[in-house]
């Protein structure tokens, strides 16, 4: 998986009907120190309940499809968890509760 | 998923049979700004009647096989939904109604 | 899809025995303009009786398998089409009959 | 698979309910003479008790899902073994006793 | 699938069980001339009994594991053949005689 902030939505209402009632968020990817990575960013089914701001947990490719309600979906990329903490060599990079 | 720009078309008559019937468009793979991404690009099948210039959610790897008639077919992307807006952080960065 | 060149061929005799008689095209990836994509290249399985210098759609991922006698073969690339023409917004970038 | 450094740990607690129970290692890539890439990293679940600072094969892709409980689970990286060495040409780059 | 020399392996006994008896040799990719592609390697699963210095063809993601015996081991890249010749547009590239 890779780290991701949400940042914004997308709206679409032409979709693959097996898309009807799928949230899109727009995601931008960071890397291991929380830096933003450019050009890194995925639509994403939320699958969570994840809001703009949050920091996620983003699995692309089949992967995506393996949750309840998404296995017959053309998705490639979904939010499977929302972050609490990063933690690298002993250093928290990142808490939740910081950042609100 | 990402977003493309529908910018043209792919026509091949000598292909695997069980593409017969498929529209190939050519879609150019745009950064959460919307500003191009070089070298992106993708020939996508259409599963929602995407036209030249508008704004796309492309999805693919296995999940472009999730489209009712494209189960079997040898395609690696689909077109998935037609973009009505991208908002960032409360910013609206497209808008299909002001494009058109 | 990604659009690509048939650049030559690759042969190897000790092979898992489930790729007998496959034939190995090695293709250039070009961009969306036709211009060569730097170490863009893959050896794909042709499925459509494609040629050395023929430009052709490539299906990459478990696409690859979607063809009648490669549904159990070890490969993660394949021909899919000959293209005859590539239009962008108007314009016909490639014609294969001004190419022969 | 990549070879990658484990450096530290994703915590999140709000997740799809499959994952639940699932460890979150965060693994630096590294090349195959052992430096470091940049941006290479992923979040993976961990087959093999790997820890902080040991060196192991991240797999990717469906087959993150190729390991006893994690069939179902929503997950595109898992680490399926820890390295014990590496050798380049005869040349030992990397060998596990000697970090210990 | 990708060209690669094998150049080392990569030995670890602590793995997950399905992958007990894997062979994992460490290849590093080529471009279609035959050159380096810095940060281009993979630790294959060998199927074919390739050895240090020869060409192979490598396949990644799912089709690592259609090759009998590893259906069900979570490896995403394998050695599917052995090179003998490559030719791009009627230039010999690589022969394996010319190595031995």
Redesign the interface.
């Known amino acids: 998986?890779?780290?991701a902030k949400v940042?914004?939505?997308?709206?679409?209402?032409?979709?693959?009907?097996?898309?009807r009632g799928s949230k899109?968020l727009?995601v931008?990817f960071v890397?291991?120190n929380g830096e933003d990575?450019s050009?890194g960013?995925?639509?994403?089914i939320d699958?969570?309940?994840a809001g703009?701001s949050e920091w996620?947990?983003v699995?692309?490719?089949?992967?995506?499809?393996?949750?309840?309600g998404n296995e017959?979906?053309?998705?490639?990329?979904?939010i499977?968890?929302?972050?609490?903490?990063?933690?690298?060599?002993n250093r928290l990079?990142y808490s939740k509760r910081d950042h609100y």
């Open positions: 998986m890779q780290i940042i914004g939505t997308v709206v679409g209402n032409q979709k693959e009907p097996s898309l899109f727009l931008r890397d291991e990575i050009n960013y995925e639509v994403a699958a969570v309940g703009v996620v947990l699995s692309r490719g089949s992967a995506a499809r393996q949750i309840e017959k979906r053309p998705s490639d990329a979904a499977v968890a929302i972050i609490d903490t990063i933690s690298v060599e990079i």
